[in-house]
């Protein structure tokens, strides 16, 4: 700092200078000197020089000083002015204003906080190589750059999107979904044929919906040869893909063994994938596999759970079959006015079978008074629409007269509906309108024919009245072998009246 002490002590020496002379001015004047124009002028001159002097001394200081804080900031590395950094052939570098500028020598390649930092002489060839390197932004969307990751080959970079741009379905994609369309078109049409082969071009690029149609074709035979084994395969292609109704379809075919081996342990795997993705009928469906114990241990607590997953979502035959676990007390505490409600919310829904039990529950009276008006209204619901138990029903009101007057007429002829539909019940009762007389002309021949039907059904009481008819010879030849035969059916069937009489013609 000599170099600005000896700065000071030159202005110090002007001021002592400059303020003897103002003295010796002073004095002049105090005394009467004037002295000449000359004499004065020469110091005026001289007080500006003077000035200019002290004034460029100050200066001198003043740079001195400011360099001196230059070489300290220098010699550390750091800069004072925020400077712009100069441009570059990098492009989407932002320039970062609050932080401090690298060195020039640095500026083109910061140095990542994840990698070491590169020696001079790689550092320059890496600046080298920038914006030749660097990829060209793509059009596809949500692709982000991921900085702290190494860098892949040039050819497989993913780069960021511009934000303004569109997403947009592949060219693929949209043919797929196209020949898709076309396939529903002509099927919606009836033109299966056509809609198969629409099908199989979309499924081949994995569309797991035609994939599943194809398979429902093959399994309704709708285009093709009815192929159980070809529909199973379309239906596991679709159902890996994660499609529900195509894993509901394939546990279904475990389930009843078409195209493969029954087997209800892969069919309740198969539900259960469903099931989970909400698909109600699969929930349904699992639950049926719990209260049966098919493929699993039967648990009615699992089963009720699954119903009203099923239910809950307004499953029909989940609402039934909830309607049913409450009238029974399984896997729930029995409450008929549940299982009332449960079975109307399904009858509401043309549910055929809700239908009917609403239908009993009335004519019952559980969880509500006794209505055999109701009851009736409910079974002729589901009579007209062809459900046989509710035919049976029906017609067996009308033989009573619950609810209806009675009519044995009208009682025959829900009976022969239901009948003619295989309904075992039905046909015995159709017999025991024959044999009485009753809506009909009374016909043994007519009445054996009935119960025969109904006990080759299997239906117990009808294998006991069949072997009555032989015993006694009423619309048959007397046979006591085949009595004796009939007779025992029905026996090993629970039939108490049949064991008495088999007992009685063995003697």
């Not at 994938?273 to 114990?293: I, R, T, V």
């Not at 029995?334 to 409600?341: M, N, S, T, V």
Request: hydrophobic fraction near 30%.
């Amino acid at each position: 700092m000599s170099i600005i002490d000896d700065a000071l002590k030159k202005v110090q020496d002007n001021l002592a200078e400059r303020k003897e002379k103002d003295f010796s001015k002073t004095y002049q004047k105090l005394h009467g000197y004037q002295g000449d124009q000359e004499n004065i002028v020469s110091g005026q001159t001289r007080k500006k020089i003077i000035w200019c002097k002290n004034v460029y001394v100050v200066l001198c200081i003043l740079c001195v000083i400011g360099g001196g804080i230059y070489m300290a900031y220098d010699h550390y590395g750091l800069s004072p002015l925020h400077l712009k950094p100069e441009s570059s052939n990098q492009k989407n570098l932002p320039v970062q204003p609050d932080k401090p500028s690298l060195p020039v020598q640095q500026k083109a390649v910061p140095p990542k906080t994840d990698r070491p930092e590169l020696a001079a002489s790689e550092r320059e060839k890496i600046t080298e190589q920038v914006s030749s390197s660097k990829p060209e932004l793509s059009k596809q969307k949500n692709l982000p750059v991921q900085p702290d990751k190494p860098s892949l080959p040039a050819q497989q970079k993913a780069v960021p999107l511009k934000a303004d741009q569109p997403e947009l379905v592949h060219t693929d994609k949209k043919e797929t979904t196209e020949q898709y369309k076309k396939g529903l078109n002509f099927y919606e049409q009836g033109n299966y044929k056509e809609a198969m082969d629409w099908y199989h071009k979309a499924a081949a690029k994995g569309h797991a919906v035609a994939q599943f149609n194809i398979g429902l074709m093959y399994s309704k035979g709708q285009g093709v040869e009815q192929d159980y084994d070809e529909a199973v395969d379309w239906y596991r292609k679709a159902a890996k893909q994660g499609n529900a109704e195509a894993q509901l379809n394939i546990g279904d075919m475990y389930s009843k063994g078409l195209g493969v081996e029954q087997d209800y342990d892969e069919a309740v795997q198969w539900y259960r994938k469903a099931a989970k993705q909400g698909l109600s009928q699969a929930q349904f469906k699992l639950g049926e596999k719990y209260e049966n114990g098919q493929g699993i241990y039967q648990d009615y607590e699992k089963a009720a759970k699954w119903y009203r997953k099923a239910a809950e979502q307004g499953n029909a035959e989940a609402q039934n079959s909830m309607g049913i676990m409450y009238i029974k007390g399984q896997g729930v505490k029995r409450d008929y006015k549940e299982a009332l409600q449960w079975c109307r919310n399904a009858a509401k829904q043309e549910y055929l079978q809700a239908q009917y039990n609403l239908g009993t529950i009335y004519s019952k009276g559980l969880g509500t008074e006794q209505d055999y008006n109701k009851a009736v209204k409910w079974y002729r619901k589901a009579a007209e629409r062809g459900y046989a138990q509710s035919q049976t029903i029906l017609g067996l009101m009308y033989s009573k007269g619950q609810g209806v007057e009675q009519d044995y007429k009208e009682a025959v002829n829900w009976y022969r509906k239901a009948a003619e539909q295989g309904y075992v019940k039905a046909q015995f009762n159709l017999g025991v309108m024959y044999s009485e007389g009753q809506g009909v002309e009374q016909d043994d021949t007519k009445a054996a024919n009935w119960y025969r039907k109904a006990a080759e059904g299997g239906y117990a009481h009808a294998q006991a009245m069949l072997g009555f008819i032989y015993h006694k010879g009423q619309g048959v030849e007397q046979d006591n072998k085949e009595a004796v035969k009939w007779y025992r059916k029905a026996a090993e069937n629970g039939v108490d009246y049949a064991k008495e009489a088999l007992a009685s013609l063995e003697e």
